[in-house]
């Protein structure tokens, strides 16, 4: 499904700012020892940035007539709720939303807040032969003899038995909390209906959005296709466990690098930045929330102890892409000449944040020195954007949005940090040297 999604990821759908595309080296570069500098994004990407499980707190996981749950998401504009739960008194029976799942933002970015049961449905997963609804049904009951695929559940099944709408069944009321993130409060009023029933324990799941599409629009079922990855122990038993590990397996990080910026200089401290100090506002700032470089690389070609500067952008598609399913992440590299006592530094946006970005630490490295130097990178916080959950931040500048301002001194971001963790940093940018 991932594959399909490669239109995405063209320089004109994603939006990181790349007029910093041209390579750019200091006139009178003093010639020496060569050297090639290249960077990989070597993250083994991810579709879904969350996804969670759901039950009932009480003595039961079940969510009987009458009771409610609730958890918390973050989401950007575009990207959609999915969640499954099932029927309790049917053989195969779930509710869940509409493909492509519950929409969150109105199309000029607003939030939703308020009652969205309408979105919610009645779905056969085609497994099982459907009883009357009610307490007597048999689990796991008779399977069909030739599965069916999942389908919508019009006020009759296939058996005739008839179900009161999914909305009187179910109510959903989204609630948004500010700062991208909302919560889902999913309560049992079947109790009011011809069909009351329990619910299960069930799973949710938030896509990745990239160039308005989502990296997987449907990531729990789809209708019309067979049910998959777990989703029969749902809707035939309940058990929302075999599915939470599917979900869980295709969660994680997804984030291109924007254009790498490096530089080579000599008897000087790293040009960059320097931890515990505020954004100088020489063009750091743009590199770590647009991903835009030209301004550092501009200021950088004016300082005395500076020999060389570059911005890399990838091949076709300018940024630095992660490896998607089989086909590997970007890669870019450049040429150096160094001499001894010469020092190296880079910095590359973590596309997917409010001012992430990637740098080398402290006075950088040695250039002159060969092999993997990945352990001189580390990830920090330019204090400038207000952080929101990387992928899901409505104020994010690559999923549209314009970052809140805030001033704080840069600082490297703590890992587990209030969103996320994430993978080993030389699981995410490889640099070399050779």
């Not at 996804?51 to 609730?70: D, L, Q, W, Y």
């Not at 918390?72 to 779930?94: C, H, I, P, R, V």
């Not at 929302?240 to 000599?266: D, H």
């Amino acid at each position: 499904m991932i594959h399909r999604k490669l239109v995405w990821l063209s320089l004109a759908a994603l939006p990181l700012i790349l007029s910093a595309c041209k390579k750019d080296k200091n006139e009178g570069t003093p010639t020496g020892m060569p050297s090639t500098i290249t960077i990989e994004n070597v993250l083994d990407s991810r579709p879904l940035v969350e996804s969670g499980t759901f039950k009932n707190t009480g003595a039961s996981p079940v969510i009987m007539p009458g009771e409610a749950i609730s958890f918390e998401f973050s989401a950007a504009k575009g990207q959609a709720l999915s969640f499954a739960t099932m029927y309790g008194w049917s053989n195969d029976l779930f509710f869940a939303p509409q493909n492509l799942g519950i929409a969150l933002y109105k199309a000029d970015g607003t939030p939703i807040s308020g009652d969205v049961s309408e979105q919610i449905r009645l779905w056969d997963n085609g497994t099982r032969i459907n009883q009357v609804p009610g307490a007597a049904v048999s689990h796991p009951g008779t399977a069909e003899t030739s599965p069916g695929n999942i389908t919508q559940v019009m006020g009759a099944d296939l058996q005739g038995n008839r179900y009161a709408t999914a909305s009187s069944l179910m109510k959903a009321t989204l609630q948004y909390k500010g700062n991208s993130t909302f919560s889902l409060t999913i309560e049992n009023t079947s109790g009011l209906t011809s069909n009351p029933t329990p619910f299960s324990p069930g799973v949710w799941a938030i896509s990745y959005i990239a160039g308005g599409n989502l990296l997987n629009p449907n990531p729990l079922f789809e209708s019309g296709k067979p049910s998959a990855n777990g989703l029969t122990s749902i809707a035939e038993m309940g058990n929302n466990m075999p599915l939470a590990e599917y979900i869980k397996g295709q969660t994680g990080i997804f984030t291109p690098l924007s254009p790498i910026l490096v530089v080579v200089y000599n008897g000087i401290d790293n040009p960059i930045y320097k931890t515990g100090e505020n954004d100088r506002g020489k063009g750091l700032k743009e590199l770590a929330q647009k991903g835009d470089a030209t301004g550092m690389a501009g200021y950088l070609k004016t300082l005395s102890g500076v020999k060389a500067v570059y911005v890399l952008p990838a091949a076709n598609s300018t940024i630095l892409l992660p490896k998607i399913g089989t086909q590997a992440g970007s890669s870019v590299s450049q040429q150096l000449s160094v001499a001894q006592g010469d020092r190296l530094a880079i910095a590359t946006m973590y596309g997917f944040s409010n001012d992430w970005f990637f740098a080398s630490k402290e006075n950088g490295v040695d250039a002159t020195q060969k092999g993997d130097i990945s352990s001189s990178i580390a990830l920090y916080d330019n204090g400038t954007a207000l952080n929101q959950f990387p992928g899901a931040g409505i104020t994010q500048f690559n999923l549209a949005g314009t970052p809140l301002e805030e001033s704080k001194p840069i600082q490297a971001v703590p890992n587990p940090n209030t969103f996320t963790t994430l993978p080993d940093l030389n699981k995410m940018i490889k640099v070399t040297l050779q």
